[in-house]
């Protein structure tokens, strides 16, 4: 059975399933170059079809992850278009009003009037029906739309495309991507800010049956870490990890004050939740109480992250508990916090835990379409996460001359992993783009930049000349799989091969992975890597340990900060140009800067 699968919301993309097997996924981020893209995911389509060779009229079915999407939202991109001070400017003129002062707003109407948000490019919608179509029909008649720009774009018939509920894609994600025993009884919880009416579902699973036992609309964890990271001034929807790298710096009278102010809202109630203190809103609420307090921005992100942690592990405990399993998988926006997945992997209740990559909504496609491909074919897990495109060698030498590469640069053909290890020990902070793109938000070595992880002068050389990236945040490792127990704190031996659950670390790793454990408290939230799954990039990391004795690497996606990670040789040009990387290995090539 072929199955294409779309997420439609924010973070679009599309995933390809072909006899129970992902073939290829990617997000339009990654092809239109617009962070966190919006709208019919074009380009994403053309890619995972031409990838698995499948024709559209092979597809059997086209399944959208979301029965309801806001089409106002979609259409001025919103979450891709919306700056920080947007945000703000949301908070004042709708919810405000709205929300305090029982007032109606013209905000959403005002901004599609707006250049910014009424520039048509990159959606391929047509919002006609908009003008003339009752608000309480928009979903029919954006439904109708969908199915009808597939039809314009790959000849779909609307028979073939049909829409699946968000949360339950979420579920099917999380359970049928992770490599997990599924003869044993599974708990399936996904949470995350919104998504059909919904934010949270709690679900038992065995074998190819997943049966949900119960969703709610009050789990509200996950909206209120996306208001603080507001009130923070950051940006929702793509700078919580921020929030959540910032939180550990917090000293313990310093964080207590915004921690109390959380812990009189939301608390945990059996299955689900319910307001101690219900605030009549979620920004001018926190935002007057932490400023009556005078409590500091650390705090705020100390207090949040201790709160987030405590209340999803004491629910968490009591799925567990109701439904008489060990055994757990994650997904949604919440599931994104590696910081909460570390808490839920360490309880007691749990002997199983894993986390599939990129549980955001960019993994709606994945899920939409496993809810349809299970019906008829043995869904097979994700055992790596290279489902995206490759530069093939014509791509690579159109790049090298772009860019006029054998003129600016030293150009290095078919170097050895022994001579990138070399460099990589001299101190050289190393890109590389080969092989096929990681899906998801996470670069697991093909999309990276490489450096001595031993060496903390290579955080600053990053943040400064490269990323240009907030200098708390803490970088992560990729590590070998045969050296993992000498760096990892993980007693129940738990999978991490996708960076998505953090860990304590050993002091032998906090002297050879000093530069990518977080320096205050000393987790990572690492890639562990075994040969099979990336022999390439396996060679490199085993070159430079038979040079140091160190068995990993410092490993941050390849991107100047605020852009989406690179795709193509072109895209990695562009950013060893405009950053102070010392080299970029492309197949077969690695280009240096001259000295």
């Known amino acids: 059975m072929v199955v294409l699968g779309i997420n439609g919301g924010h973070n679009v993309s599309a995933a390809l399933i072909k006899d129970g097997a992902v073939v290829a996924c990617a997000s339009e981020e990654r092809f239109t170059r617009k962070k966190n893209d919006e709208g019919y995911p074009r380009e994403s389509i053309e890619f995972v079809l031409n990838k698995a060779a499948v024709s559209p009229e092979q597809c059997d079915v086209?399944?959208?992850?979301?029965?309801?999407?806001?089409?106002?939202?979609?259409?001025?991109?919103?979450?891709?278009?919306?700056?920080?001070?947007?945000?703000i400017r949301e908070m004042h003129e709708y919810w405000k009003p709205v929300l305090l002062e029982n007032k109606s707003s013209?905000?959403?109407?005002?901004?599609?009037?707006?250049?910014?948000?009424?520039?048509?490019s990159g959606m391929h919608y047509n919002f006609d029906f908009l003008k003339d179509t009752p608000k309480e029909k928009w979903n029919e008649a954006f439904q109708k739309e969908q199915r009808s720009v597939l039809f314009r774009h790959i000849g779909v018939p609307s028979d073939k495309v049909f829409f699946v509920d968000h949360h339950k894609a979420h579920a099917y994600y999380a359970y049928f991507a992770s490599p997990i025993d599924r003869s044993k009884k599974t708990a399936v919880v996904t949470a995350d800010s919104w998504g059909d009416d919904c934010n949270a579902t709690i679900s038992v699973a065995q074998g190819n049956i997943i049966r949900e036992v119960h969703?709610?609309?009050?789990?509200?964890?996950?909206?209120?870490?996306?208001?603080?990271?507001?009130?923070?001034?950051?940006?929702?929807?793509?700078?919580?990890?921020?929030?959540m790298g910032l939180?550990?710096?917090?000293k313990e009278y310093i964080k207590k004050p915004a921690y109390q102010i959380f812990k009189e809202t939301l608390v945990v109630d059996g299955l689900d939740f319910k307001w101690k203190n219900?605030?009549?809103?979620?920004?001018?609420?926190?935002?007057?109480?932490?400023?009556?307090?005078?409590?500091?921005?650390?705090?705020?992100?100390?207090?949040?992250?201790?709160?987030a942690e405590e209340l999803t592990a004491e629910w968490i405990t009591n799925i567990l508990k109701e439904l008489g399993v060990d055994r757990l998988v994650f997904s949604g926006g919440l599931s994104m916090n590696v910081k909460i997945n570390k808490v839920l992997a360490d309880l007691p209740g749990v002997?199983?835990?894993?986390?599939?990559?990129?549980?955001?909504?960019?993994?709606?496609?994945?899920?939409?379409?496993?809810?349809?491909?299970?019906?008829?074919?043995?869904?097979?897990?994700?055992?790596?996460?290279?489902?995206?495109?490759?530069?093939?060698?014509?791509?690579v030498e159109e790049a090298l001359k772009e860019y006029d590469a054998f003129k600016k640069f030293t150009v290095?053909?078919?170097?050895?992993?022994?001579?990138?290890?070399?460099?990589?020990?001299?101190?050289?902070?190393?890109?590389?783009?080969?092989?096929?793109?990681?899906?998801?938000?996470?670069?697991?070595?093909?999309?990276?930049?490489?450096?001595?992880?031993?060496?903390?002068?290579?955080?600053?050389?990053?943040?400064?000349?490269?990323?240009?990236?907030?200098?708390?945040?803490?970088?992560?490792?990729?590590?070998?799989?045969e050296r993992a127990k000498e760096y990892l704190v993980n007693p129940k031996n738990l999978k991490a091969p996708f960076m998505t659950v953090a860990f304590d670390t050993t002091e032998l790793a906090r002297r050879h992975l000093a530069a990518a454990v977080h320096p205050y408290d000393f987790t990572i939230r690492p890639q562990v890597l075994e040969e099979e799954i990336n022999p390439e990039y396996y060679?490199?990391?085993?070159?430079?340990?038979?040079?140091?004795?160190?068995?990993?690497?410092?490993?941050?996606?390849?991107?100047?900060?605020?852009?989406?990670?690179?795709?193509?040789?072109?895209?990695?040009?562009?950013?060893?140009?405009?950053?102070?990387?010392?080299?970029?290995?492309?197949?077969?090539?690695?280009?240096?800067?001259?000295?």
């Open 62 to 87: 086209v399944v959208y992850g979301g029965l309801w999407q806001d089409p106002i939202q979609t259409k001025i991109k919103r979450v891709a278009r919306f700056t920080i001070k947007d945000y």
């Open 106 to 120: 013209l905000f959403w109407e005002n901004l599609q009037n707006e250049p910014r948000f009424s520039d048509p």
């Open 215 to 243: 969703r709610t609309t009050m789990c509200h964890i996950a909206r209120i870490y996306k208001w603080m990271t507001l009130i923070l001034a950051f940006k929702p929807h793509e700078h919580e990890y921020k929030v």
């Open 247 to 250: 939180a550990p710096y917090a």
């Open 278 to 307: 219900k605030p009549p809103d979620m920004y001018f609420y926190f935002k007057e109480k932490f400023e009556k307090e005078a409590i500091r921005f650390d705090g705020i992100a100390g207090g949040l992250q201790q709160w």
């Open 351 to 395: 002997k199983d835990f894993f986390v599939p990559p990129s549980g955001g909504d960019e993994s709606v496609c994945m899920g939409a379409a496993f809810i349809v491909a299970q019906k008829k074919d043995n869904i097979r897990p994700l055992i790596y996460a290279y489902l995206g495109s490759s530069p093939g060698n014509d791509e």
């Open 412 to 481: 290095v053909r078919n170097p050895s992993p022994d001579a990138i290890a070399e460099l990589l020990v001299n101190g050289s902070v190393i890109a590389r783009c080969a092989g096929d793109m990681e899906f998801g938000a996470r670069a697991l070595g093909n999309r990276s930049i490489l450096c001595d992880p031993s060496k903390w002068e290579n955080v600053r050389k990053i943040n400064e000349k490269i990323k240009f990236r907030d200098f708390w945040m803490p970088f992560t490792p990729t590590i070998l799989s």
């Open 539 to 595: 060679s490199i990391i085993k070159a430079f340990e038979r040079k140091t004795g160190i068995g990993g690497m410092l490993n941050t996606s390849l991107n100047l900060h605020g852009m989406p990670i690179v795709r193509t040789a072109s895209d990695a040009l562009y950013t060893f140009v405009n950053s102070g990387l010392d080299g970029l290995l492309l197949p077969g090539v690695l280009i240096l800067k001259k000295l």
